[in-house]
């Protein structure tokens, strides 16, 4: 399978399931999308020589390094790994990473909020000590051989439960030596309560921290406003450039969310770099359909442009020592997908789960409070194994509507929560996402591709 493509003035063909990519000038990809739509070769000779003014053997040269190309496995090639008879329910799994959710509560009051101002449709909670404390013993017990363990310290708003957070971590610490472990923190905040305790904690053990940003002041206002009905923007943002700017090239992200508010998102991406953030992210809404904030179907040309927008702008600044990184362009294009990932999708009900404050396990965060995907709990395990085998199907070999997209590698099926929420199935598909997600690696698979071709 292959995916032809033109972006940003380049002839973009990409090899589906080796993940080589090839730059073409206009008559090399006519050829090859003509031989990828089955027309006999002496036809393609006859049409492109007359369509281009060229001579019959000049065709035949690129038919004859496009078969070089085929037989050296960079070009048509087939998936080896489609007919193989993997058995997805008895694959060995082990929990690598946790989202605890030490706070059910937040001192914003975002109205798109998936989680319902951080309370997941439940009642406002803390998470106490102890309960933290024996989620990191589950994930521990329940990682294998894995050296690597990662933790997620969520909400609500997290910082609202700052001191048991900072327990965990002394707990965490105090026993990857004897278990050989080694945990990489990470903190996902809103800002309201960054001061220089959390700075100095964060920049010392959270290997990344997620800071939540919309962009410009009347965009993030809107709809990320306090408790007492007043924008953040201003609280937050001087906090939020101190952090940054101590971290010391440590990671760290500004990931904002756009709405039907602001479809022209990329004034809002290029705004937070402009106040000096180079590590960026900008997620689209998931909400309900009817909620005034939600993407449309007249939305979605106006998004995918947005993204050709953004790779554009991304190269320009690159190319003036200003380059910052966008979370959705970042893709390795030297080793082809991950054959790993293809089989296990993004992890979540198998390796990655959330866990409330009172200890219970879900798949991740956005299945918190449905309890038709409640896994068990932190004291007792996973006790509907059922569910998590369910989960263990959530990626492109197993999702039938995957089957002829050629993106479906990169993504392994996209997200089940997603799914969910749009078809009422963890193995179905959210349409919208996978209309922006293959945009999205257009533009990605553009931009690495330019860059390359620029270093030669």
């Given at each position: 399978?292959?995916?032809?493509?033109?972006l940003?003035?380049?002839?973009?063909?990409?090899d589906?399931?080796s993940?080589?990519?090839?730059?073409?000038?206009?008559?090399?990809?006519?050829?090859?999308?003509?031989?990828?739509?089955?027309?006999?070769?002496?036809?393609?000779?006859?049409e492109?020589?007359?369509?281009?003014?060229?001579?019959?053997?000049?065709?035949?040269?690129?038919?004859?390094?496009?078969?070089?190309?085929?037989?050296?496995?960079?070009?048509?090639?087939?998936?080896i790994?489609?007919?193989?008879?993997f058995d997805?329910?008895?694959?060995?799994?082990?929990?690598?990473?946790?989202?605890?959710?030490?706070?059910?509560?937040c001192?914003l009051t975002?109205?798109?909020?998936?989680?319902?101002?951080?309370?997941?449709?439940?009642?406002?909670?803390?998470?106490?000590?102890?309960?933290?404390?024996?989620a990191?013993?589950?994930?521990?017990?329940?990682?294998?051989?894995?050296?690597?363990?990662?933790?997620?310290?969520f909400?609500g708003?997290?910082?609202?439960?700052?001191?048991?957070?900072?327990?965990?971590v002394?707990?965490g610490?105090?026993?990857?030596?004897?278990?050989?472990?080694?945990?990489?923190?990470?903190?996902?905040?809103?800002?309201?309560?960054?001061?220089?305790?959390?700075?100095?904690?964060?920049?010392?053990?959270?290997?990344?921290?997620?800071?939540?940003?919309?962009?410009?002041?009347?965009?993030?206002?809107?709809?990320?406003?306090t408790?007492?009905?007043?924008?953040?923007?201003?609280?937050?943002?001087?906090?939020?450039?101190?952090?940054?700017?101590?971290?010391?090239?440590?990671?760290?992200?500004?990931?904002?969310?756009?709405?039907?508010?602001?479809?022209?998102?990329?004034n809002?991406?290029?705004?937070?770099?402009?106040?000096?953030?180079?590590?960026?992210?900008?997620?689209?809404?998931?909400?309900?359909?009817?909620?005034?904030?939600?993407?449309?179907?007249?939305?979605?040309?106006?998004?995918?442009?947005?993204?050709?927008?953004?790779?554009?702008?991304?190269?320009?600044?690159?190319r003036?020592?200003?380059?910052f990184?966008f979370?959705?362009?970042?893709?390795?294009?030297?080793?082809?997908?991950?054959?790993?990932?293809?089989?296990?999708?993004?992890?979540?009900?198998?390796?990655?789960?959330a866990?409330?404050?009172?200890?219970?396990?879900?798949?991740?965060?956005?299945?918190?409070?449905?309890?038709?995907?409640?896994?068990g709990?932190?004291?007792?395990g996973?006790?509907?194994?059922?569910?998590?085998?369910?989960?263990?199907?959530?990626?492109?070999?197993?999702?039938p509507?995957?089957?002829?997209?050629?993106?479906?590698?990169?993504?392994?099926?996209?997200?089940?929560?997603?799914?969910?929420?749009?078809?009422?199935?963890?193995?179905?598909?959210?349409?919208?996402?996978?209309?922006?997600?293959?945009k999205?690696m257009?533009?990605?698979i553009?931009?690495?591709?330019?860059q390359?071709?620029?270093?030669?």
């Amino acid at each position: 399978m292959i995916h032809a493509y033109k972006l940003n003035g380049c002839n973009i063909v990409l090899d589906v399931y080796s993940g080589a990519v090839h730059l073409v000038d206009e008559i090399a990809y006519d050829v090859i999308t003509k031989l990828d739509a089955d027309v006999e070769r002496e036809t393609i000779v006859a049409e492109v020589s007359t369509a281009y003014g060229v001579q019959p053997d000049e065709v035949r040269d690129i038919l004859a390094d496009v078969d070089e190309l085929t037989a050296a496995g960079k070009l048509f090639t087939e998936d080896i790994y489609a007919d193989k008879a993997f058995d997805y329910k008895n694959r060995s799994t082990v929990v690598k990473a946790l989202c605890l959710h030490v706070a059910h509560t937040c001192n914003l009051t975002c109205n798109y909020c998936f989680a319902a101002q951080g309370k997941f449709h439940g009642d406002r909670a803390l998470m106490s000590f102890e309960v933290g404390k024996r989620a990191l013993d589950f994930l521990i017990e329940n990682s294998g051989s894995r050296v690597n363990l990662e933790v997620d310290f969520f909400g609500g708003e997290p910082l609202m439960n700052w001191d048991v957070v900072k327990q965990l971590v002394a707990y965490g610490r105090s026993r990857e030596k004897e278990c050989n472990k080694n945990f990489r923190f990470t903190l996902t905040t809103n800002g309201v309560l960054i001061d220089d305790d959390v700075i100095e904690f964060a920049n010392k053990e959270m290997h990344n921290v997620v800071l939540s940003l919309d962009g410009r002041p009347e965009i993030h206002d809107k709809l990320r406003r306090t408790v007492n009905n007043k924008g953040s923007y201003d609280l937050i943002v001087p906090k939020f450039q101190k952090l940054v700017q101590s971290r010391g090239g440590k990671g760290y992200y500004m990931r904002g969310t756009f709405t039907h508010d602001n479809v022209d998102f990329t004034n809002d991406i290029f705004h937070m770099a402009d106040l000096g953030f180079d590590q960026l992210s900008m997620e689209p809404v998931v909400c309900a359909p009817d909620e005034p904030w939600a993407l449309t179907e007249e939305d979605l040309p106006k998004v995918k442009e947005q993204y050709e927008i953004l790779a554009k702008e991304m190269l320009r600044r690159d190319r003036e020592g200003k380059g910052f990184t966008f979370y959705h362009y970042m893709i390795d294009l030297t080793g082809g997908p991950c054959i790993y990932k293809r089989i296990s999708g993004c992890g979540s009900g198998t390796e990655y789960m959330a866990v409330t404050p009172w200890g219970d396990l879900y798949p991740c965060h956005q299945f918190v409070g449905d309890e038709k995907y409640l896994l068990g709990n932190v004291f007792d395990g996973v006790t509907n194994t059922d569910l998590r085998d369910e989960f263990k199907l959530c990626n492109a070999y197993a999702r039938p509507d995957c089957k002829d997209c050629w993106a479906r590698l990169y993504c392994s099926g996209g997200c089940a929560a997603n799914a969910y929420h749009a078809t009422g199935s963890i193995r179905g598909i959210y349409e919208y996402g996978c209309e922006l997600f293959r945009k999205r690696m257009e533009c990605a698979i553009m931009i690495k591709a330019v860059q390359a071709m620029e270093k030669e």
